[in-house]
């Protein structure tokens, strides 16, 4: 954790005063005044009972959920009122995600999945994308699955894909949903460890909805919520 | 921009159902070849209903006609100049058939430009003596050469050689069916009496067959001399002067200032053949209206086609929209998807076309009224073929809007919540 001292500083995602409000069928607040921050190269938990809002927070939290009040700033932006293609690119750049159910495009081998975001975003040639995703597979031991087609891996397997697509345009955050919702003890623990050592060894960023309390008790920080307002922090 | 990431994405989506895709593909396929097919051969049809006309029609014909002259005395006359005169039961006067120079108009003609050629034509009419009874037919006197040359005359003697009307003395090349009304066959001496009561005996060289019955059974041929000594006239006597030009639009206005130079009466072949300009409009008319609604049908089969695919798709579109995919792209994607249907759809059509034409144009069709015609005619204009490839990219255009703009506005966040 050499130099994490003055990169806490760093805020890397600021929330103030959200408010949500479902209107179908009947009105109902699902997030109250929410405010927090978040600092470069904390590993977060987001945890609360089903239905206390933490899931709607992350979708609003990674621009895709743009129905709300308040603001939203990434990396010192406000992003409350910007137009689609513009968060569009801003996630591509910025954020990686990881959901619960590993989502993966079935027509695309492993390795063109990883690579998809970084040939969006278009910083570096084919080759080099291609190198890139090469080196994260590598790191999350996956490489040998690269050349194989995205339906033919496992649920383990296909969760540890999608973490080396989320890293592969070196974003400012990973977000997940419940990200071992869908995974066994073993493979819960691995792509646990992978977070672990992203946030510790290579001072990434993670925001992670669970509800799995063991998860969260290794984390750096946890968030509770409950009916749509943050309760700890 | 991303565009050849955006191709990627598409064609991996198109071959991952690769069975779906060629159904649409095939609807597609198969009207353009149909619209070729239907369109090529109804305007080859066309292009032969006319020919059968159109192509012996002079394009402008010159002569004079039998009328009482426009200025009568009367009102030529100085005193009553200012006066309305009422002349009633006006007759033509002394005018004659003959084109008056006809030997400098015919020069002048032939170094006209815009003229292929001309020829000179006499009609004389006659009656055929069959026994007791006589048959009136008309004789046309002609330059079998240039007739040849200009409109084809070759293709419609149908039996003997038609360079004998001018090789034979005393020739004719009879009308098939005038031929089967006097019995006469090649070889053989027919009977003519003229109008002037002269009465001649030509000997058949040949039958001409025009595909119309009605004039078969009245017109035959003979050289110009011939013609001309039927009628007892000089050798410089012609009724008609025959006019092909190198181009047919241009007959009304050569018509009109040959009319005005020559001061003669000079018809044009629009004129002369209206009705069959618009019989070929007509049909053309149907053959696009058929061949469009068999696109808009296949059009109908990708909307549909698309429409499911971007169900299964839900997920893909949500995670490409989630991992920094913008609406515009998927938009893309799946207009992209559409026109890679309608484009190679309708390439594999155009072929299929054209062979289906081919097929056609084997096919042996043989008939009596038509003795040039041995299969079925086939136009094989280009124009078809870039009609019907605009047409299944542009009908692939609007099948895939609707779907792509219902994708581009799939929200992620309900689809990956709510699984």
Redesign the interface.
Same mark, same amino acid.
């Given at each position: 954790m050499k130099g994490s001292e003055e990169k806490m500083q760093e805020i890397i995602l600021e929330a103030r005063n959200i408010n949500k409000e479902f209107h179908d069928p009947v009105t109902v607040q699902v997030l109250r005044d929410i405010t927090f921050t978040v600092n470069k190269g904390e590993f977060v938990s987001v945890i609360g009972k089903s239905g206390c809002g933490k @899931?709607t927070l992350l979708?609003i939290l @990674?621009t !895709? $959920?743009t129905d709300y009040t308040g603001e939203l700033f990434i990396d010192k932006e406000l992003m409350s009122g910007r137009p $689609?293609?513009e968060l569009?690119? =801003?996630?591509? /750049?910025k954020i990686g *995600?990881v *959901?619960?159910?590993h989502?993966?495009? &079935? /027509?695309?081998t492993v390795l063109?999945n990883v690579m998809?975001?970084g040939? %969006?975003?278009?910083r570096y040639s084919e080759q080099e994308v291609e190198h890139r995703a090469m080196e994260r597979l590598k790191m999350l031991g996956i490489d040998h699955l690269a050349a194989q087609s995205a339906y033919r891996v496992s649920g383990g397997e296909k969760q540890r894909v999608a973490i080396a697509?989320a890293l592969i345009n070196d974003p400012h955050i990973i977000m997940g +949903?419940e990200p071992t919702g869908n995974l066994d003890k073993r493979n819960s623990d691995t792509v646990f460890n992978i977070f672990k050592e992203l946030a510790e060894e290579h001072n990434q960023t993670l925001l992670i909805v669970t509800h799995d309390s063991e998860f969260a008790e290794n984390t750096h920080r946890i968030i509770e919520m409950e009916d749509g307002r943050i309760i700890r922090s | !921009? &991303?565009f050849k990431?955006i191709y990627s =994405?598409a064609k #991996? !989506?198109l071959?991952?159902r690769w069975r779906q895709t060629l159904v649409a593909a095939v609807g597609v396929t198969f009207s353009i070849a149909m619209f070729i097919t239907l369109l090529g051969f109804m305007n080859g049809l066309n292009d032969m209903l006319d020919g059968l006309i159109l192509n012996r029609t002079p394009h402008v014909r010159l002569y004079n006609e039998i009328k009482p002259s426009e200025n009568q005395p009367v009102n030529v006359a100085g005193q009553y100049k200012n006066s309305y005169n009422f002349i009633s039961s006006v007759k033509a006067g002394i005018t004659r058939q003959e084109i008056y120079n006809s030997g400098p108009i015919l020069q002048a003609v032939k170094a006209d430009e815009r003229v292929l050629g001309a020829t000179p034509k006499l009609l004389a009419q006659v009656f055929f003596n069959e026994g007791t009874i006589e048959i009136t037919g008309v004789i046309n006197g002609i330059d079998v050469e240039e007739e040849s040359r200009l409109f084809n005359f070759q293709d419609y003697v149908t039996a003997g050689n038609p360079i004998d009307a001018k090789n034979v003395a005393n020739s004719i090349i009879l009308g098939k069916g005038l031929a089967d009304i006097l019995v006469a066959d090649i070889g053989d001496v027919v009977q003519v009496t003229t109008a002037q009561g002269e009465r001649f005996s030509l000997k058949v060289v040949g039958y001409f067959q025009s595909g119309i019955q009605e004039i078969d059974k009245v017109q035959s041929y003979a050289s110009i001399a011939t013609t001309q000594k039927l009628l007892g006239k000089p050798a410089n006597y012609m009724t008609d002067i025959q006019v092909k030009l190198h181009d047919l639009e241009q007959a009304p206005a050569v018509a009109r200032e040959y009319a005005q130079l020559f001061n003669i009466d000079a018809e044009d072949i629009q004129t002369a053949n209206a009705q069959f300009e618009t019989g070929s409009n007509v049909r053309s008319l149907i053959s696009y209206a058929v061949g469009v609604t068999l696109l808009i049908v296949a059009g109908f089969g990708i909307f549909n086609i698309l429409n499911m695919m971007i169900y299964e798709k839900m +997920? @893909?579109i949500? =995670?490409? %929209?989630?991992?920094? *995919? #913008?609406?515009? $792209?998927v938009n893309l994607v799946f207009l992209l998807i559409a026109m890679s249907i309608g484009f190679f759809g309708g390439i594999v059509g155009l072929v299929f076309g054209f062979v289906f034409s081919a097929i056609i144009d084997s096919i042996p069709f043989v008939t009596a009224a038509l003795p040039t015609i041995t299969t079925y005619p086939v136009n094989y204009d280009v124009v078809y073929y870039v009609i019907g490839g605009v047409f299944s990219l542009i009908t692939t255009y609007f099948a895939g809007f609707f779907p792509a703009r219902k994708a581009s506005r799939v929200?992620?966040?309900e689809i =990956?919540?709510g %699984?």
């Open positions: @899931s979708y @990674s !895709m $959920d $689609d293609t569009a690119r =801003i996630r591509n /750049e *995600f *959901f619960q159910f989502y993966l495009l &079935n /027509e695309f063109r998809l975001p040939l %969006k975003l278009g697509r +949903d | !921009m &991303n990431l =994405i #991996s !989506m071959l991952a +997920d @893909s949500a =995670i490409l %929209k989630a991992t920094g *995919f #913008s609406g515009r $792209d929200d992620p966040v =990956i919540r %699984k």
